[in-house]
T-cell receptor, first 117, second 113 residues
Framework: AQSVTQPDIHITVSEGASLELRCNYS??????LFWYVQSPGQGLQLLLK??????LVQGIKGFEAEFKRSQSSFNLRKPSVHWSDAAEYFC???????????????FGKGTLLTVNP | DSGVTQTPKHLITATGQRVTLRCSPR?????VYWYQQSLDQGLQFLIQ???????AKGNILERFSAQQFPDLHSELNLSSLELGDSALYFC????????????FGDGTRLSIL
């Protein structure tokens, strides 16, 4: 069964500083990987996705993530954090029992990001 | 706006009751997924429907059931509610082609008193 670990429960950074949120996954095949963001009282917004191909993927709001198969990681990065980035971030791996285009997501526990002015 | 619509946004009820949560997927999406987000369990996959048929099942209790109708909207039915069922329930939808991400609605917050 697949699993996702986000080692950091809570991270605090200063506005303008760089950010890296860690994500490690466990899955037997090539994974589908995602980062979602959840603001308080809101739903999950897709930041970026990896299905195949280029291991460095660009997302919305200036975020990027790099898939490293050898480390089973898919860390999220942003060069300069804005106060509006404060939210909870979830890494997820997609797995399909049938091998088709539909898949279920297994989420990590999330990392809460606080941004200091 | 993800294009996925969930109603109601909030639901307050008592133990032992039954509720129905509704989800309208994005236009053209055939797959609907239900997830539960709780403080102790985090985000968990419950069930998936594809074009009216159940496709995959996760950690869904026997007291819970779902269906997808011909117009592709889906309903999640929760019965014999317990305090522990209090959670945020999300619906997501995705397209049929390969490499389609899941897009989530804003969720229904269920509070059991």
């Amino acid at each position: 069964a697949q699993s996702v670990t986000q080692p950091d429960i809570h991270i605090t950074v200063s506005e303008g500083a760089s950010l890296e949120l860690r994500c490690n996954y466990s899955y037997g095949a090539t994974p589908y990987l995602f980062w979602y963001v959840q603001s308080p009282g809101q739903g999950l917004q897709l930041l970026l996705k990896y299905f195949s191909g280029d291991t460095l993927v660009q997302g919305i709001k200036g975020f990027e993530a790099e898939f490293k198969r050898s480390q089973s990681s898919f860390n999220l990065r942003k060069p300069s954090v804005h106060w509006s980035d404060a939210a909870e971030y979830f890494c997820a791996v997609g797995a399909s029992d049938s091998g088709g285009s539909n898949y279920k997501l297994t989420f990590g526990k999330g990392t809460l990001l606080t941004v200091n002015p | 706006d993800s294009g996925v619509t969930q109603t109601p946004k909030h639901l307050i009820t008592a133990t032992g009751q039954r509720v129905t949560l509704r989800c309208s997927p994005r236009s053209g999406d055939l797959s609907v997924y239900w997830y539960q987000q709780s403080l102790d369990q985090g985000l968990q996959f419950l069930i998936q429907y594809y074009n009216g048929e159940e496709r995959a099942k996760g950690n869904i209790l026997e007291r819970f059931s779902a269906q997808q109708f011909p117009d592709l909207h889906s309903e999640l039915n929760l019965s014999s509610l317990e305090l522990g069922d209090s959670a945020l329930y999300f619906c997501a939808s995705s397209g049929d082609r390969a490499n389609q991400p899941q897009h989530f609605g804003d969720g229904t917050r269920l509070s059991i008193l």
